[in-house]
């Protein structure tokens, strides 16, 4: 049998798709006379456009699954820097297993979905469908994190609280630049993880409670629902850009009923777009439709689109038809981070 | 426009159904020289019953989805009387909003997935696929959860502790005897949801903290990560049996890490069961194949099955089958709860 | 590397459900009051019931797909001597290379989806999914195909007149006695196979015609599509219980246009159920919803349910609480072949 | 409730995309950097680019679904016209309900699939997803077809010899030009349509044999399948690109099968691709992957790639890619329709 070494694996580079540099404006302008998931993919662009021009609209993006490793990072971080978003929601993966992951310089590799698993088990490589993790690399991530959780004051934090503690701390150490959590830091966004800890997170912070059992950092996401619904309630309209489902999708969804139960009426999210391959037929909520959501009171039923699609395939066009649109350059700011400082 | 009454939208309810009544050992019997998704329902049928017979393992029920809200609830109380599970990892909602909603006396009704949202809304009925739900009385719901944080002492619980407060709060209040809060605080199995308050947990819990700003009731994630893992290191084997995917599914696997950070070398789980109808090429935890969590040293390659269906059609069956099977009457308990005590 | 032989990889028979010896009756019943998939089991079936209980409706069951290699052989077969189907239209493929095979007294085997494609090229095994076949069979299978054609009068022949003369030959010489084809010749149940080259059987028929040149027979649809749609005329009422989609769905539909093209008005198909794990989005024929069918006047819109589903996890717990309630032990034999004779 | 008028509902044209005028080089050259279904993407359009250099490799598109009602019909009329393209094999309603209709000047219009059906009944309005049709052209469609039959001299035909009768007739009578049909006639490539009368033109044929008892026009799909394994034979390479699965997929696979069992070999397919969004698990020809069709011996395992998604999102960007590539300008043609003149 033929040994293989981590290095001949190990070697090709997932590389991220600059938005920028590709021009599909006339795809999408040819894809909003078409059928199927092409014209489904142009509405839901001319949806996000819609938020864009709204001079009263919080945008909010919501990231499930591993885009994020599959070469649409720079995409979410080119929205940031182009004021295309007000508010991120995430899984913990995306912010820490992915984001600070390559903002410490390491990368993901092209591998194959279809592969022994045993042997990259032997090689200590973490498999990702057809993307490949050095997991001695991600090690060195949970270290971090602990680290970071012993240079602050023990209380209990909202996530965002945190990951506004690691955007602080790239700035100083960061190999790559522009990663989302420094760039959203940066531009006063805010990035919530309402399920933190289940993530490189996780090992990081547990290790960090162990270590001082008696007073140590915590992670509240209660603290999470009450900041995240607060911008909502600041905010005159909203919008959801969805890519998957999961805890982000739900989360972002309920400040509307959150809003509500703290005695504020606030009108349900105006716009929303969710890009997913999920199944709607199992109940649950990462594919339950917009439409569905339109019954809980949570998003409303005018400005709304489901794409079924693997995001890779459609998001980078999507934005890199906002962007060339150029509406952005005169949107205004809203720098939600602010409120908490 | 003819007019509805929420009476008559709110009339056929969703009844659990009861594996003890049913008996599908022959057709489980059958479907193993079959072929597709019946041969994998067999054979993951085996594997739990694997799990069952093997003195030294932890049975970990994982939840996702509203398999709950869709007449599967008292398969789950079963597993958990017929000591057949040993730990649950579930969504906030499938505990709060379907769960403990259900202990207080609501019920969830039958409807149509082809409806009119607007009109649903109007009445204050929400919606998951086929499946009603009164709005108001998932109100009150939210106002028991802020009522027992207020009653309890201010500090960082996991989500743990706070389940089993509700399971304490219900042995006194509950109107449905037998919710899976209830019994699994009576047979001392650890209930955790580490995204607790996305959920109906959360709008209580956000009431509570907001009148309480500065001693209040938090809940810690990490602490739960913390627990789990702790459950994983006492365990000399490990099984999981997970509905769905999602955030439970991947907390659950990722005990073998964190253990592996705290020092301490655990085997990764021995068994694994999914049901799901998540599509694996979307490099997303929740359809991820058990192979690829083999890369990550989380799942033995072993006894592994994936089941690609929509739960309530095929999980009654399967524990119908271990229910008559009968081994379980000679499973010791292992009463994880009460390490916590 | 190890070496496999042939008889160690080609050695777990896949075996037929019996539907009369497993009781689904209770579960059913259970299922009717349940959410999701469950209960749009319970609904197809409760429709399939008013199917056979309407004594003006001729049912008609359409096959494509893998499901009569899976174990569902004994299923239909068991349906057609139950009296609970009048018509079948179904895919080459079901009929030639996995019926008429089984009749020769070939077998099925239970094989592995996860498998080294090539080494079983090498062993001549082929594979659908996790299911085997022994190729060297299957091309006897394709030349007594081929025998059966040089003995007829060479014309153009309608699928059901070549499925007829199967049904003849197979009298004499089968191994296996009730097979589909057998079964439904017996019973005066006729069968269309409207691409039936598109088998085991073209491969036969391509050598006889290549070896006659001048005169031989031929399969023409059209005459197909003509004695379906006279069916459809004769039937006051008709009801279709699907088994996945493709070609058999589509022209099973589309009698109703038919009649309609030739002069005479018919309703709509009354009854309608499907059985698929096909996606609705892409526009194909095979995941299009009986609503849509609804749009093109085929299906009327009272009696007709999608079950999401992979066949053989659902279908036989369907026919087996038909088979149960006995309601079609009353019903009369519509014996459709014998208006050809 | 609002009466609709046709006309308000028939108002905006599906268009067709051009992939001349849209240039997707540089979103190809990215996606072949990222992972999952983008990269999936751009090594699809790398093999078929290595099917346009291979100067022995027969080109076979297969096609199925609605992509042709999509939007995507100039897509292969494009393919055709650039020598991308050798061999068609096809839906008959792709060919004759979706082209010939076209060519007659009737025009696809814009939808939604989140409409009552039974209105659209009510207006002669078929419905294809999010796709309307006007069922009264499409009567037209129907007996142009039957005209046609009738000019022709009474034997069984293949659907090759029909389809090029309808191209010439088109020739002449076209509103369109540059329909597939006419396209494919004037460039000597064949179309096959192996389930014909599974569409429009199946009730134009039923119409004409009918009229004419005795001497009719049939159509003979044992003849299509011989035909096509000829080419097979009398190509040294072969190269499959198929848009869905269904008949279309299977028959051309089967080529190779057939060969053999006409006492020649011939080497498997060289080169696959498909783009679907089927689901593996089910057994289905369509959703089989191209591993499994090797186990067959229909497909080589080095350039084979299955694309999990909605044709017409990520076809257009793959023809762009190769059309502006301009490696088509160097190939030779084949031309196989004059082998049978």
């Not at 649409?72 to 295309?84: A, E, I, L, T, W």
């Not at 971090?144 to 909202?158: F, G, N, V």
Request: proline share 2%.
């Amino acid at each position: 049998m033929k040994r293989f070494d981590k290095k001949d694996i190990l070697k090709d580079i997932v590389k991220h798709i600059d938005i920028k540099a590709i021009d599909s404006t006339k795809i999408i302008d040819a894809m909003r006379d078409m059928s199927f998931t092409s014209r489904d993919t142009a509405i839901a662009t001319d949806i996000l456009q819609n938020m864009i021009k709204d001079k009263d609209c919080t945008i909010i993006l919501t990231i499930a699954g591993s885009t994020s490793a599959a070469g649409c990072m720079q995409v979410y971080v080119d929205m940031v820097k182009s004021n295309m978003v007000d508010v991120i929601v995430a899984t913990g993966a995306t912010i820490v297993d992915m984001d600070f992951f390559e903002a410490l310089g390491f990368k993901h590799y092209k591998g194959s979905s279809n592969v022994d698993d045993t042997m990259l088990r032997d090689n200590y490589i973490d498999r990702i469908y057809d993307t490949y993790i050095d997991e001695e690399e991600l090690q060195i991530c949970d270290k971090l994190i602990k680290l970071i959780a012993d240079s602050l004051e023990p209380r209990p934090y909202s996530s965002r609280e945190f990951i506004m503690e690691m955007g602080k701390w790239l700035v100083k150490n960061s190999k790559k630049n522009d990663s989302l959590i420094q760039t959203a830091y940066e531009c006063d966004v805010p990035i919530f993880c309402p399920a933190f800890s289940d993530s490189s997170a996780g090992f990081g912070l547990v290790l960090h409670q162990v270590e001082h059992p008696d007073k140590h950092v915590s992670i509240d996401s209660v603290k999470d629902f009450y900041e995240l619904t607060q911008i909502k309630m600041k905010s005159k309209n909203t919008g959801l850009f969805m890519i998957g489902g999961g805890v982000p999708k739900n989360f972002a969804q309920d400040t509307v009923i959150c809003a509500e139960v703290l005695g504020k009426n606030v009108p349900m999210h105006k716009y929303a777009v969710q890009i997913t391959v999920a199944d709607v037929r199992d109940g649950a909520c990462s594919s339950s439709t917009l439409k569905e959501a339109t019954s809980w009171g949570k998003v409303d039923t005018i400005f709304q689109q489901m794409v079924f699609a693997e995001a890779t395939s459609v998001l980078p066009l999507m934005i890199s038809y906002i962007y060339h649109k150029e509406d952005w350059k005169n949107r205004q700011k809203f720098e939600w981070a602010k409120i908490f400082k």
